[in-house]
């Protein structure tokens, strides 16, 4: 007898061991070498574990973090999922543990208007699942895996958030940097409007000229309302984002607290291990995984314990009193045999499940590797243009003050003041613009790496 439980015992344990019921989740997904690009440089270190306090150092842009991450919705919303993740996985840790009732009854019972018997019943029920086959451990570890989805969906969120407002904030510094340039310039273009109008009054210029000069600076008039207008409209979007009601953001001028510091060439060569999405394709995987190990012991037995103690005066067919006390044990095996396919089809769809997964992995690291790749490419070109556009701006101021000096000698065109001063105009704007370009570049690539998540 002994030898038959031995040989039982040992025949259950190779069954379990080749279905692979409680083996732990490893990736089987398997992600290109040159997820980068060849173009890209790797090194060890990344600007992504720099925290976005050390990363962003303007005090008011902290500020103004802060505040979002205190008030923002959508933030909440993803710290309430978390929360309901660990609920759920507190429940599926308990289900390791038996249920326990009470349920008391009573009876009043008369047969052909004899005097009433009164029963009572006072018992604990308890029910216990015994996890032998891993459904309940493969359930346990299911649901880990979301809570970790849901505990990094937050830290994406998070980054997203981080990422908006400072681009906000940076567009703010860009808009104020314009708006003084417009300003700028409306002053030296009223001048030359006015030196236009003294040569017409001296007959020394046409009318045509005066209009000309006229209409020029009358749109800078608008392109300085459209600014503030633009200022205005950003801030209202960068109180939305904060949940505060619209006023204004408190800011420092542009350069103050500049990010390029912070860029190192290349890209780290660890980006698995920062980058929220791919975590979290990681952990779809586990889950996926899990899930279908759980369908896999669908197909063994269910084995449960049920007990019952408690008092009773009901003992078969008599009413006693004082009750007596009522034990109770029973063991209970389900063995499924046919569920008109459902096991089966069940199982196929989390395999089906589990196999798309891995393929979304896959294209997650790729679009990680593009993200990357376009965020240095952007930095790159931001860097390369400012040189140009500093030489620009000051080979464009020589030439508006020196057509500005021959105008005013009678030896060149209005045509050639007015051209000098709007492609002047023109390059300022497009260099502070392209200062905003290298900044947003600067924190998308802090946010691709991973950055911000903490």
Same mark, same amino acid.
């Given at each position: ?344 089809? +069940? /199982?196929?769809?989390? *395999? @089906?499940? &589990? ?7 896959? $294209?997650? !690291? #790729? ?55 709007? +492609? /002047?105009?023109?390059? *300022? @704007?497009? &260099? ?7 900044? $947003?570049? !600067? #924190? ?11």
């Amino acid at each position: 007898m002994n030898t038959k439980k031995i040989i039982a015992v040992a025949a259950m344990g190779m069954t379990l061991t080749g279905c692979g019921i409680y083996d732990k989740y490893e990736s089987k997904a398997t992600v290109p070498s040159d997820v980068f690009g060849s173009s890209v440089k790797t090194q060890g270190t990344s600007m992504a574990q720099m925290s976005w306090r050390e990363f962003f150092t303007d005090p008011n842009l902290q500020e103004l973090i802060e505040q979002a991450l205190a008030n923002n919705v959508d933030l909440n919303s993803a710290r309430i999922a978390v929360g309901k993740a660990e609920a759920s996985l507190k429940v599926a840790k308990m289900a390791y543990l038996p249920s326990l009732y009470f349920a008391p009854q009573g009876t009043i019972a008369s047969f052909d208007r004899s005097a009433a018997s009164k029963t009572y019943n006072l018992p604990l029920q308890l029910q216990m699942d015994i996890d032998v086959f891993g459904s309940i451990t493969n359930k346990k570890r299911a649901s880990k895996a979301v809570l970790l989805q849901a505990q990094i969906q937050e830290e994406a969120v998070r980054a997203n958030l981080i990422s908006v407002t400072a681009q906000q904030y940076y567009m703010l510094q860009v808009l104020d940097l314009q708006l003084h340039i417009l300003t700028a310039t409306d002053s030296l273009w009223n001048a030359s409007l006015e030196t236009q109008k003294a040569l017409y009054e001296n007959g020394k210029s046409y009318s045509t000229a005066v209009n000309q000069m006229e209409s020029s600076y009358l749109n800078v008039k608008t392109q300085i309302i459209d600014t503030r207008r633009n200022i205005l409209s950003t801030e209202n979007a960068l109180c939305s984002l904060l949940g505060i009601t619209p006023q204004h953001i408190k800011r420092t001028a542009w350069g103050g607290y500049p990010l390029t510091a912070n860029i190192t060439t290349g890209v780290p060569a660890d980006l698995l291990q920062y980058r929220p999405d791919i975590r979290m394709a990681n952990h779809a995987m586990e889950e996926a995984f899990y899930n279908t190990q759980a369908a896999r012991s669908a197909f063994f037995p269910t084995i449960t314990l049920s007990g019952t103690a408690g008092w009773t005066n009901s003992a078969g067919g008599m009413v006693i009193d004082p009750g007596k006390l009522l034990l109770s044990a029973v063991g209970q095996l389900t063995q499924p045999i046919f569920a008109r396919g459902q096991l089966k089809g +069940n /199982l196929k769809v989390k *395999q @089906l499940t &589990e196999e798309d997964l891995q393929k979304k992995y896959v $294209q997650t !690291v #790729i679009d990680a590797g593009n993200q990357v790749n376009e965020a240095l490419a952007d930095c790159q070109a931001a860097f390369d243009k400012h040189d140009y556009y500093h030489r620009q701006i000051a080979v464009l101021q020589d030439a508006y003050t020196g057509t500005h000096e021959l105008m005013d000698n009678g030896k060149a065109s209005y045509l050639e003041v007015l051209t000098a001063q709007e +492609n /002047l105009l023109s390059a *300022q @704007l497009n &260099e502070a613009m392209n200062m905003f370009n290298g900044a $947003q570049g !600067v #924190i998308a690539l802090y946010i691709a790496l991973g950055g911000a998540t903490k």
